[in-house]
């Protein structure tokens, strides 16, 4: 990298915020008729529409140099070759290889690694059909007709997102359901709807340690056993780790093992064995189409032209707003309800990739990193936040997501009433009104000058809120690898950037480190060194149990 270099274009970027002063995206898109076509790139049937952000050509040009003098087509490189650049876990960084065609060489220290993935995912499809068709069937002979999957953040969220998002596609295999919190509560409203004779626990961790996920795998066994017999058990789990020591001690036979490797980062992994859950809802077919999504934006990631390579310049303007323009959070808005869950994928995916607070070698940041990442489904949005992201204080940026075509049939307009309302939102909030405009509303409403005076400060939208719409066919399996993959990439733009590690997640350590600690305190124990609050929380929440 070149420092000198970097921290001049940084200069110029912030000397061009000064420079753009107070021009607005409304003023951007009057001084170019073709505005929308310099500012939307495609891939295939997606087009992801940039020209909504307050950025001109200039800003494009300079953050596309910041890039380059942060060398980013080298690090993309390394990761994609598989150099150890998770440098404080000393991995590879591999995710892609789990999506790469059969006959591509990616080597870890010195050994091709496609081959084992191949094998692997061979074996969990295997295992997928033979659950989907019955061949597979539980202790009693019964077929399975619900898989739970056992796990929590990586080993749960992509999965669960998938599952959700894909349900169209899962017409003929076993019901998937999803167990993550440690809350008991998760576990038991799952249990309460199923037939132990009839389920599948899946128990995902690369791990195999976390706490949540051994805590309910062990009722889960319990509850088999419970009701089955204790030699039903092996009939009914199957468990998914980078940990086969600790599979085995666990009690699950060889054969129900599913291996991915310490180079597939926890919240990286719903292309591995991790998506067992989901081959088995929409089959090993469908599945491989989700991968090959992911494929074919890794080779756009790795051959595009910086100049329209999608993820580089999501990543780029995300840096303009969260650095130069000091927006805090992102919003991720699909208008797509069964993308429900992806603000929560892309929760782990952006927050615990960048998250962080120092650079590679260890010396604090110097500029903001990762922004609140957070949304939900349009247009439920509309009816509970969207007021403060159109006239709150804080502005907020935010993905618009829409497909052209639904899932349902023969649903009247249905599909038209949501498209409409997501291309309305994203206009208005560039478009905004001004208080002469309100006016003029009120007036053909036909109010009196001191009701106008009264209601036209409260009907003004600023606009000039930045927005990325990203529209696309249908929300198929390949589609679906194809939008996963395409924020990955942007996140790992955005981590080489502020020269952070974005694969690991030291973050996470001391609250679990403090749980443990505190697990014999709500019990029973006492512990001496506790600060008086926390102290006083566990005397309060002691004295209520009954
Ligand atoms: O929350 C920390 C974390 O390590 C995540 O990175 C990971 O996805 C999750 O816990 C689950 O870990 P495991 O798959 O090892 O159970």
């Given at each position: 990298?070149?420092?000198?270099?970097?921290?001049?274009?940084w200069?110029?970027l912030e000397?061009?915020k000064?420079?753009?002063?107070?021009?607005?995206?409304?003023?951007?898109?009057?001084?170019?008729?073709?505005?929308?076509?310099?500012?939307?790139?495609?891939?295939?049937?997606?087009?992801?529409?940039?020209?909504?952000?307050?950025?001109?050509?200039?800003?494009?040009?300079?953050?596309?140099?910041?890039?380059?003098?942060?060398?980013?087509?080298?690090?993309?490189?390394?990761?994609?070759?598989?150099?150890?650049?998770?440098?404080?876990?000393?991995?590879?960084?591999?995710?892609?290889?789990?999506?790469?065609?059969?006959?591509?060489?990616?080597?870890?220290?010195?050994?091709?690694?496609?081959?084992?993935?191949?094998?692997?995912?061979?074996?969990?499809?295997?295992?997928?059909?033979?659950?989907?068709?019955?061949?597979?069937?539980?202790?009693?002979?019964?077929?399975?007709?619900?898989?739970?999957?056992?796990?929590?953040?990586?080993?749960?969220?992509?999965?669960?997102?998938?599952?959700?998002?894909?349900?169209?596609?899962?017409?003929?295999?076993?019901?998937?359901?999803?167990?993550?919190?440690?809350?008991?509560?998760?576990?038991?409203?799952?249990?309460?709807?199923?037939?132990?004779?009839?389920?599948?626990?899946?128990?995902?961790?690369?791990?195999?340690?976390?706490?949540?996920?051994?805590?309910?795998?062990?009722?889960?066994?319990?509850?088999?056993?419970?009701?089955?017999?204790?030699?039903?058990?092996?009939?009914?789990?199957?468990?998914?780790?980078?940990?086969?020591?600790?599979?085995?001690?666990?009690?699950?036979?060889?054969?129900?093992?599913?291996?991915?490797?310490?180079?597939?980062?926890?919240?990286?992994?719903?292309?591995?064995?991790?998506?067992?859950?989901?081959?088995?809802?929409?089959?090993?077919?469908?599945?491989?189409?989700?991968?090959?999504?992911?494929?074919?934006?890794?080779?756009?990631?790795?051959?595009?032209?910086?100049?329209?390579?999608?993820?580089?310049?999501?990543g780029?303007?995300g840096i303009w707003h969260r650095n130069f323009m000091g927006y805090a959070a992102h919003?991720?808005?699909?208008?797509?309800?069964?993308?429900?869950?992806?603000?929560?994928?892309?929760?782990?995916?952006d927050m615990?990739?960048n998250g962080k607070r120092v650079h590679?070698?260890?010396?604090p940041v110097t500029s903001d990193t990762g922004p609140l990442v957070?949304?939900?489904?349009?247009?439920?949005?509309?009816?509970?936040?969207?007021?403060?992201?159109?006239?709150?204080?804080s502005?907020?940026p935010?993905?618009?997501?829409?497909?052209?075509?639904?899932?349902?049939?023969?649903?009247?307009?249905?599909?038209?009433?949501?498209?409409?309302?997501?291309?309305?939102?994203?206009?208005?909030?560039?478009?905004?009104?001004?208080?002469?405009?309100?006016?003029?509303?009120?007036?053909?409403?036909?109010?009196?000058?001191?009701?106008?005076?009264?209601?036209?400060?409260?009907?003004?939208?600023?606009?000039?809120?930045?927005?990325?719409?990203?529209?696309?066919?249908?929300?198929?399996?390949?589609?679906?690898?194809?939008?996963?993959?395409?924020?990955?990439?942007?996140?790992?733009?955005q981590g080489?950037i502020w020269g952070i590690?974005?694969?690991?997640?030291?973050?996470?350590?001391?609250?679990?480190?403090?749980?443990?600690?505190?697990?014999?305190?709500?019990?029973?124990?006492?512990?001496?060194?506790?600060?008086?609050?926390?102290?006083?929380?566990?005397?309060?929440?002691?004295?209520?149990?009954?």
């Open positions: 990298m070149d420092h000198s270099q970097a921290a001049t274009v200069q110029d000397a061009h000064q420079k753009l002063g107070a021009t607005t995206t409304r003023d951007l898109f009057a001084a170019d008729p073709d505005r929308f076509s310099k500012f939307s790139f495609s891939l295939d049937d997606v087009l992801v529409d940039f020209s909504k952000n307050r950025v001109s050509e200039e800003t494009l040009a300079l953050l596309l140099k910041l890039a380059r003098a942060h060398c980013i087509e080298t690090r993309r490189d390394e990761m994609f070759r598989g150099d150890a650049i998770n440098t404080t876990e000393g991995r590879s960084v591999l995710h892609t290889a789990l999506r790469a065609p059969a006959d591509s060489q990616v080597l870890v220290d010195g050994k091709n690694v496609v081959p084992d993935v191949h094998a692997e995912l061979d074996l969990c499809f295997a295992f997928a059909n033979k659950i989907r068709s019955g061949e597979l069937r539980g202790a009693t002979g019964d077929k399975i007709t619900d898989v739970v999957n056992i796990g929590i953040g990586g080993s749960d969220l992509g999965p669960a997102m998938g599952a959700r998002a894909l349900s169209p596609y899962a017409v003929d295999g076993p019901r998937p359901h999803f167990v993550s919190n440690v809350d008991g509560a998760d576990m038991s409203d799952v249990l309460s709807r199923l037939d132990p004779s009839r389920t599948l626990f899946l128990v995902s961790s690369k791990t195999f340690t976390t706490i949540e996920t051994m805590t309910n795998a062990h009722s889960a066994r319990q509850w088999i056993a419970k009701s089955l017999g204790e030699t039903a058990v092996g009939d009914h789990f199957a468990a998914i780790s980078t940990n086969i020591v600790a599979v085995e001690a666990f009690g699950i036979n060889k054969d129900r093992m599913f291996r991915f490797w310490d180079w597939v980062g926890g919240r990286y992994s719903m292309w591995s064995a991790i998506g067992l859950g989901l081959m088995i809802a929409i089959g090993p077919e469908n599945f491989s189409e989700f991968l090959a999504g992911g494929h074919e934006v890794d080779r756009h990631f790795v051959s595009t032209p910086l100049e329209q390579n999608i993820p580089v310049l999501m780029l303007i919003a991720v808005l699909p208008y797509d309800q069964r993308l429900g869950r992806f603000p929560a994928y892309l929760q782990q995916l615990e990739s590679l070698d260890g010396t957070w949304g939900e489904p349009g247009t439920n949005g509309q009816h509970a936040f969207y007021q403060l992201i159109h006239q709150g204080t502005v907020i935010g993905d618009f997501l829409i497909a052209a075509e639904p899932h349902e049939t023969g649903m009247g307009d249905h599909h038209a009433i949501l498209m409409a309302n997501c291309l309305a939102q994203t206009e208005a909030l560039m478009h905004g009104r001004s208080l002469e405009e309100a006016k003029g509303v009120l007036k053909a409403q036909g109010l009196d000058d001191k009701k106008i005076d009264l209601l036209g400060p409260h009907k003004v939208f600023p606009g000039n809120r930045p927005t990325t719409t990203i529209a696309y066919r249908k929300l198929t399996p390949r589609m679906l690898g194809r939008l996963v993959a395409l924020y990955e990439h942007k996140v790992f733009t080489v590690n974005s694969f690991d997640q030291w973050g996470v350590e001391l609250g679990k480190e403090l749980a443990s600690r505190l697990l014999p305190v709500v019990k029973g124990a006492n512990v001496e060194g506790l600060d008086a609050s926390t102290k006083g929380l566990v005397a309060h929440l002691k004295s209520l149990r009954s």
